[in-house]
């Protein structure tokens, strides 16, 4: 599907895999794009939650190269234009993909993609009712380097959930969703692992407990293998 966003003011594209089930947004790895799920072969493991009517993923574009990856850039436009995409997949995308107004959707996605289906969650919990972050970087300082300012720390869950109160609204909401993150301890999983364990720790602090944390073996890498393993394990466990 294409079709013209007026927050990016430019034609962004989706695919859709499924007809029924719980609704996933896939989000690709950093600097991916929409169909790079499907090019990475994730349909051929989910194929049997698809063709189940168990779960329905709509693949969404990413614009990373202008934003988390555009190291040189301007670091306001930068968080500015991320802030944009946000705004499309929250206000145009989802009502455009939603089955009734009452359906509510679980993100996922791998190494960049986990840090936006987190991110996604974690700000949005009324819209989202799950997610599955796989080998995901949870902090903002890995685009925004020696930069903060408010947008920044809006879209850094290790930051905003670390000074978000125990009582505020969205920890209730947060204790009653399915969330899960994993991380291997291979080759190229160092950082991820160590952001992962630390958003492990805030969690258990802030009494959020139902969040699954899986650390998988020495010989799980950060690459489409691992996730391609990891990826219908947990979907499986997420949905009827």
């Known amino acids: 599907h294409k079709w013209w966003s007026h927050n990016l003011c430019r034609e962004m594209e989706y695919k859709v895999f499924g007809h029924d089930g719980q609704a996933f947004l896939a989000f690709p790895c950093q600097d991916g794009r929409f169909y790079d799920w499907e090019n990475y072969h994730m349909f051929d493991v989910l194929a049997p939650l698809i063709d189940a009517g168990r779960i329905r993923v709509i693949c969404v574009d990413g614009i990373d190269w202008e934003t988390w990856s555009n190291k040189g850039g301007d670091k306001r436009w930068r968080i500015e234009q991320h802030e944009r995409w946000f705004r499309y997949v929250t206000d145009e995308l989802l009502p455009n993909v939603r089955c009734n107004d009452q359906q509510m959707f679980m993100t996922t ?22 997610m599955l972050a796989m080998s995901g970087l949870y902090h903002a300082s890995y685009g925004f380097e020696g930069y903060m300012d408010g947008l920044v720390y809006e879209n850094s869950p290790q930051d905003f959930l670390q000074h978000m109160p125990s009582d505020h609204p969205w920890m209730q909401a947060y204790r009653e969703r399915k969330i899960i993150f994993c991380v291997g301890q291979g080759r190229w999983e160092e950082e991820l692992l160590w952001s992962t364990r630390e958003m492990d720790r805030i969690l258990k602090e802030k009494g959020v407990n139902n969040a699954w944390f899986d650390y998988w073996g020495y010989d799980v890498d950060h690459d489409w293998p691992s996730w391609r393993r990891q990826a219908p394990y947990f979907i499986d466990k997420m949905v009827p």
């Open 109 to 130: 996605g791998c190494s960049m993609g986990g840090f936006h289906a987190a991110n996604f969650f974690f700000r949005r919990p009324d819209l989202f009712n799950g």
